[in-house]
């Protein structure tokens, strides 16, 4: 399985941004897919997670509300659609699909200027 992220960019604080992640491949392996960041001098975290069917979502804390993923299996796709981005969400967010094994993507830059 191969992953490809696209979509980052710099934001100002309080403005919006999508961020997609196409899938190629054994795609019929994926159960799982989620985004994750990591920011300088960080560890990575899990922002959010869906699974196969879409049917179940999960987000961290400090995206609650704000976040939403979703994925379009027509065309192995997910995205992450981004409200009310503050300067702290201000990562390389990376893209991963579980099946069997653990696939990542190479990442996008996401800058939320204050």
């Known amino acids: 399985v191969q992953l490809v992220e696209s979509g980052g960019g710099l934001v100002q604080a309080g403005g919006s941004l999508r961020i997609s992640c196409v899938a190629s491949?054994?795609?019929?392996?994926?159960?799982?897919m989620g985004w994750y960041r990591q920011a300088p001098g960080k560890q990575r975290e899990v922002v959010a997670g869906?699974?196969?069917?879409?049917?179940?979502?999960n987000y961290v804390d400090s995206v609650k509300g704000r976040f939403t993923i979703s994925r379009d299996n027509a065309t192995n796709t997910m995205y992450l659609q981004m409200n009310s981005l503050k300067p702290e969400d201000t990562a390389v967010y990376y893209c991963?699909?579980?099946?069997?094994?653990?696939?990542w993507g190479q990442g996008t830059q996401v800058t939320v200027s204050s």
């Open positions: 991963r699909a579980v099946g069997g094994k653990s696939y």
């Open positions: 491949g054994s795609t019929s392996s994926i159960v799982a």
């Open positions: 869906i699974t196969n069917n879409g049917g179940n979502t």
